[in-house]
Nanobody
Framework: QVRLVESGGGSVQAGGSLRLSCAAS????????MAWFRQAPGKEREFVARITWGDHRTYYADSVKGRFTISRDGAARNTRYLEMNNLKPEDTARYYC??????????WGPGTQVTVSS
């Protein structure tokens, strides 16, 4: 089972930016996706963004569309990034990376905390 490790979380003020990384221990199947979810205290985990591994199509939750960008970097083939701009206090959550067949994710990272202060 692929191992995932997130990094890049931290504390910022509203309007600030952070870039999260998710490194996979191995190359994924082209049919797989890598996605970000988040969970705030007392709330259910929610989808944030997804990128398909083979053809790099991207999908976003309405709440982050236009502010977050999920992408790849040619130099790091097994890593995907979540660029988060214009952060809001409601973006505060623990962010988790996952990978696998869409909607049947089995591999999850330990998560990275994002805190946005007003």
């Amino acid at each position: 089972q692929v191992r995932l490790v997130e990094s890049g979380g931290g504390s910022v003020q509203a309007g600030g930016s952070l870039r999260l990384s998710c490194a996979a221990s191995e190359r994924l199947f082209s049919s797989y996706s890598m996605a970000w979810f988040r969970q705030a205290p007392g709330k259910e985990r929610e989808f944030v963004a997804r990128i398909t591994w083979g053809d790099h199509r991207t999908y976003y939750a309405d709440s982050v569309k236009g502010r977050f960008t999920i992408s790849r970097d040619g130099a790091a083939r097994n890593t995907r990034y979540l660029e988060m701009n214009n952060l809001k206090p409601e973006d505060t959550a623990r962010y988790y990376c996952t990978a696998g067949v869409h909607d049947s994710y089995r591999s999850w990272g330990p998560g990275t905390q994002v805190t946005v202060s007003s």
